[in-house]
C-alpha cells in the first residue's frame, strides 16, 4: 500500500513539477537594477551564501523568485538528486529539509538557515531595498 501511494506522489509530482517549472519561468519576477559597484560588493557578500534545494519544492521556488527579486547570485544545490549535496546538508544542517540557507560567517564558521520565511527576512535585512516591487520579465 505504501509503494502505492509513493508512485501516486511520484506521478503527481512528474505531472506537477514541470508545469510549476513553466509558470514560474513565465513569471520570474524582474531583478531589481543596481549601480555596478554596488552589485559587485553583493555579488562578493553572496559569495559566502548557498541554497540547498530542490528544483520543483514550492517553498524553494519562492525563495529562489526573491533572490531573483532581489537581484542576488546565490549558488543554489540540488539536495534531492545529488547525493553529495544530500550528504552536506544533513551533517552539516542536521536534516534533510529544504529550502536550507548555508552562511558561512567571517570566523569561516556555518549557520544553516531553515524555513523559507526566515531565509527571506534574513535576504531583505542583508540586501533590501525599499522598493522591490514585484515587477516581471517580459520573455518573449
Ligand atoms: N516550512 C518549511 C517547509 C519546507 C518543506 O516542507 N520542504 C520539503 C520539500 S517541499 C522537504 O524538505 N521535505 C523533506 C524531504 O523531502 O525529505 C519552509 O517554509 O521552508
Not at 505504501?2 to 511520484?10: G, N
Not at 541554497?51 to 520543483?56: R, S, V
Not at 540557507?101 to 535585512?125: A, F, R
Amino acid at each position: 500500500m505504501k509503494t502505492v501511494i509513493r508512485l501516486f506522489f511520484r506521478i503527481v509530482r512528474r505531472i506537477i513539477g514541470p508545469i510549476m517549472l513553466l509558470i514560474d519561468w513565465l513569471t520570474t519576477p524582474k531583478g531589481i537594477q543596481r549601480e555596478p559597484q554596488e552589485q559587485e560588493k553583493i555579488d562578493q557578500n553572496t559569495q559566502k551564501l548557498a541554497l540547498f534545494q530542490y528544483k520543483t519544492c514550492p517553498f524553494c521556488m519562492k525563495v529562489r523568485r526573491h533572490t531573483k527579486r532581489l537581484s542576488l547570485n546565490i549558488e543554489t544545490l540540488d539536495a534531492q538528486h545529488d547525493h553529495a549535496n544530500r550528504a552536506h546538508l544533513l551533517t552539516g544542517g542536521g536534516m534533510v529539509k529544504v529550502p536550507c540557507l548555508k552562511i558561512t560567517k567571517d570566523t569561516g564558521e556555518d549557520h544553516w538557515m531553515y524555513e523559507s520565511k526566515e531565509i527571506i527576512d534574513y535576504l531583505n535585512t542583508q540586501f533590501g531595498q525599499e522598493h522591490t516591487s514585484e515587477q516581471h520579465a517580459t520573455h518573449h
